[in-house]
């Protein structure tokens, strides 16, 4: 198994989460987090003092997949969360040893 | 008595109790989350003091008979002798209403100078120091420039709402303590943005909307003059916003909604001793001067190295001199020139120098005997909890007062983006979110109490 994980825009969240749902995908787990790329944030100014916010709004979405999906699915969701515009994000997989559904001890697939 | 007259000075009253409040809002939004609500009860508390204050001697001190035309005499105490049916000398409106109004402006005063030591000082201290000041300060200054018998009404000074005896007095009184006490911890290092603009315009709002009962009440009449202040006040204080935005775009390359509340203010102060006296492009001209000139002189506390937090030399001090010196050169009624430019710069510098040694001297006593400044940990860990057993929002999902409805907030605001801002301004003060968690862990089990109860 795999855990997708991407860092993205919030408002692209909505667009990843349709194309998760046409993908078939079941459940995600969404939070909200902050952080910076090479853009590193904005300046603001107030009064004259300036300023720099590096730590910007994120969305941290995590979806576990099958291995045979993995790869597609990464592709999925980078491709919904792209503007093309700066601070779109990054995403990436990592292996899973094994997951369980809580509520009926399922382990593995059968637990997504 | 002149009902009409006394029903405006009334609701002028009425008016400028409300900028108090206003100005509570307009220094709250400025500061950090973890001392929001302190920044509000710095004001508020003059609304107690200086009430009580005013009727046992600072009316009579202020406006009672004349001593040496420094200060009145305390025949007035406990409005001795003053009943319902006392008439002001000219004999137009109640000595109550008059008094009822000026009272509104010794409650303010005080309060103006709150945002220069925002952050950072005892609530108790600051509650003596307004006491103190408002009696060895504010009610002498009051009679210099307001009472019969004063020296700088005799003098001729134009001031007509307070330019003098407010704004320049609290500026530098401000100043003064301000050099006592010292700068906040972190100043020109750690982050320290306003944590809520809507707030700051809302109380840049009501002190606008309050300001024309300050000035056009200061006529004490519902007259021709009293009409003119209040448009002269109008058409200032848009001058400014403008003059403010123009220098802010020139200079950092946008147009800042703290400058334009910012801006406001500004020309409110400095069409203030003025108004009465110059036409409508005199108002006009004051208005953008003060706009451009205090935009500036907000940044000479990074380059002077004193941290008057949120800019009450660079407003009032500044904006009130502007305006103050020049009407001097402005005044229609066929007193501008030189000797005018004179006296009102008299006026200022005598206030200023009065108010700056005796408010230094007042700081320092406090300092020295009870300690003006708050504690490094409760400065850091926020004013709120340390001095008022409080804080100003709940933003905590986990573990909050109202955890259900925290935990549904922060889901519906990853899909709509809402929420966002509180979310993120938890993460940049996180000081004050970990202190709400402290909180309302210790207060979790009372909190259930309650609510079966």
Known sequence: ?112 | MNGADTAFVLISAFLVMLMTPGLAFFYGGMVRVKSALNMLMMSFISLGVLSVLWVLYGYSLAFGPDTGGFIGNLDFAGFKGITDGSLTEKGGIPVLAFALFQMMFAILTPALMSGALADRVKFGAWTVFIALWATLVYFPVAHWVWAEGGWLFDLGVIDFAGGTAVHINAGIGALAAVLVVGKRIGFKKDPMRPHSLPLVVLGAALLWFGWFGFNAGSALAADGTSALMAMNTQLATGAAVLGWLVYERIRHGAFTTLGAASGAVAGLVAITPSGANVNAMGALAIGLVAGLVCSWAVSLKFKLGFDDSLDVVGVHLVGGVIGTLMVGFLAVDGDAGLAQFGKQATGAFSVMGYSFAVSWIIAKLIHVTVGMRASEDEETSGLDRAYHAETAYDFSAVGGSHSGAGVGALASGTGTGSGRGAASQADSSSAASSSVRDDAAKSGPLTEKKVDA
């Open chain 1, 1 to 112: 198994m795999k855990l997708i994980t991407a860092v993205i825009k919030p408002h692209q969240l909505e667009d990843v989460k349709e194309a998760l749902r046409a993908f078939g995908v079941q459940g995600l787990t969404v939070t909200e987090s902050s952080g910076y790329g090479r853009q590193r944030g904005h300046t603001e100014v107030y009064r004259g003092a300036e300023y720099t916010v590096d730590l910007v709004p994120k969305v941290r979405i995590e979806v576990l997949a099958e291995d045979e999906d993995a790869e597609e699915l990464l592709e999925v969701v980078v491709k919904a969360a792209r503007t093309g515009k700066i601070g779109d994000g990054k995403a990436w997989t990592v292996p899973v040893e094994t997951a369980v559904r809580v509520r009926t001890g399922e382990r593995g697939p059968d637990a997504l």
